[in-house]
């Protein structure tokens, strides 16, 4: 079966290289066929690892991503981890971007890791680059004060033409506020990093069979990230989800939300 990660990382823990190792490995442990990753190296105020002694910026820390994902263009892909609260975006980042557009399928941003809500007029540049780009953007979303599902659901409403991905369904809570913001805007989608395959179920029947999307956080606890209990239920179909469902929660609906072009056996 294949396999799509829509949520995946590299990051300086304790290096790029070692990151990058952890990645492949897991890949091929697990069985994830295509992984997108973003450089959490970009955080602006890290929560995960130690800071960083000298700041990468966007450009920089894409520039480390895409350089991993052209060895293995068919089972990687890049997404730009966004740093709006420190930078402001530069056309020397989107000729980059639009360079290397085939191998960038998205944008990444972490309220909570630039202390920054995604409803302020700072965001307004990146969403248009999104736009521009025709570029589904990957969001953070938990119950906190910068990350709540509801203010992603402000910009939804307010950008109708851009996709929005609710990475972890709104962490840190039972997921029922995003439900209802799924339920009512068209183009928030949802990622299952740290999400219980029975939310997953309830997202796909009660909201549509295309909303939601496997993503893991991986490697965030190491090459056997996707050791954890809760993934086995995905990788094992353990709810027995329809057979159409389930292809589409772990690789049809990441195929189509950010353009993957999945090779035929």
């Not at 894409?62 to 293995?72: G, M, P, Q, R």
């Not at 068919?74 to 530069?90: D, Y």
Request: aromatic share 10%; glycine share 4%.
């Amino acid at each position: 079966m294949f396999i799509i990660d829509s949520h995946a990382h590299i990051a300086s823990w304790p290096s790029i290289k070692k990151s990058e190792d952890m990645i492949a490995e897991s890949m091929e442990r697990y069985g994830v066929k295509f992984s997108l990753l973003s450089n959490c190296d970009a955080a602006e105020f890290p929560s995960v690892g130690k800071k960083l002694k000298v700041e990468k910026n966007t450009l920089a820390c894409l520039k480390e991503v895409v350089a991993f994902v052209k060895k293995y263009p068919t089972e990687l892909g890049a997404l730009v981890w966004i740093r709006p609260r420190k930078e402001k975006l530069s056309q020397e980042l989107i000729d980059y971007i639009a360079e290397n557009r085939r191998y960038i399928y998205g944008l990444k941003f972490h309220p909570y890791e630039s202390h920054l809500r995604i409803d302020t007029k700072t965001m307004m540049p990146w969403i248009n680059l999104a736009r521009t780009f025709q570029m589904p953007i990957l969001v953070h979303t938990a119950q906190d004060q910068y990350s709540d599902i509801h203010f992603l659901k402000t910009v939804a409403d307010f950008n109708p033409d851009v996709i929005f991905v609710a990475a972890h369904c709104q962490l840190c809570s039972d997921n029922s506020a995003a439900l209802e913001v799924m339920k009512t805007t068209p183009n928030i989608y949802g990622d299952t990093a740290w999400v219980n395959m029975k939310i997953a179920r309830k997202i796909l029947t009660k909201i549509g069979p295309d909303r939601l999307m496997f993503g893991t956080d991986n490697p965030i606890d190491g090459v056997d990230t996707l050791a954890n209990p809760m993934y086995h239920d995905y990788f094992t179909n353990r709810l027995r989800l329809p057979a159409h469902m389930y292809h589409n929660l772990m690789a049809r609906n990441a195929m189509k939300v950010f353009g993957i072009h999945i090779p035929k056996n």
